[in-house]
């Protein structure tokens, strides 16, 4: 029943607000960032950024198609292409990425994982490579993300330092339920650069969903809270193999 319950929830929020933060396939798992080994895992991430209300022509989108690899028990692979952030009517595949996760260190109930990610991005008008550090606390139904990143602009040779953070609740093993916060980073490893909002720093309530044997479904709304663009939306489904 609560699973019934959480599903239907998510899938209706999706007609309001969505964004893809964090990882509710793995959260579920109970283990690191790291995809386990030889899985295979396809995403499909789409945002919506409401620069402002009253100027609805301004509102951006963007697009990620990733499959996930795991190569072997510690380290898994992403590769990704979608369609930078850009206005609605401008949708073209134009940007790629290559990522890397590394567990450098899980405890022997897994109640603590550190992670180490590299990533580079290109195809747009901003070629980036980060770098980040996440560590995760396991606490029985509840999740506690800290994700320290570093991100480097090749073509304005640009160093920017960010932080995000999340609490999460498991219901039954099936749903997840959230809230995140960030300083100058984003919520997720999947791509860098503007997300949602372009502010230093934005607040996020989360949703996921597992649904079926192999099918997941996350999404959130995100406002900025500083020199910020007005909230933004989006989601993310993700078929596990």
């Known amino acids: 029943m609560r699973k019934l319950i959480l599903s239907i929830s998510a899938l209706l929020f999706i007609c309001y607000t969505a964004y893809p933060c964090f990882d509710t396939y793995l959260f579920l798992q109970k283990g690191s960032m790291v995809y386990s ?33 795991g190569l072997v028990s510690d380290f898994s692979i992403q590769l990704s292409i979608g ?60 999740t506690y993300v800290l994700h320290p990143s570093f991100n480097y602009t090749l073509n304005a040779n640009e160093f920017t330092p960010g932080v995000h953070t999340g609490l999460f609740y498991d219901f039954n093993e099936s749903g997840i339920i959230g809230v995140g916060a960030e300083y100058a980073s984003v919520h997720s490893s999947s791509y860098a650069g503007n997300r949602i909002t372009q502010s230093e720093v934005s607040a996020s309530l989360f949703l996921g969903a597992h649904i079926g044997n192999k099918f997941y479904i996350q999404n959130e709304f995100a406002k900025g809270l500083a020199n910020s663009r007005d909230f933004g939306f989006a989601i993310t489904t993700k078929i596990a193999l």
């Open 83 to 142: 369609s930078g952030e850009k206005e609605r009517k401008d949708f073209k595949f134009d940007t790629y990425g290559l990522s890397g996760v590394y567990n450098a260190y899980s405890s022997m109930n897994n109640n603590y994982t550190l992670d180490f990610i590299g990533a580079y991005y290109g195809g747009g008008e901003d070629k980036e490579i980060e770098f980040s550090a996440p560590s995760i606390f396991h606490f029985s139904e509840l």
């Open 37 to 69: 080994h030889k899985s295979v895992v396809f995403e499909l991430t789409g945002e919506y950024s409401i620069n402002r209300v009253s100027v609805p022509q301004e509102d951006m989108f963007f697009s990620n198609g990733s499959i996930y690899y």
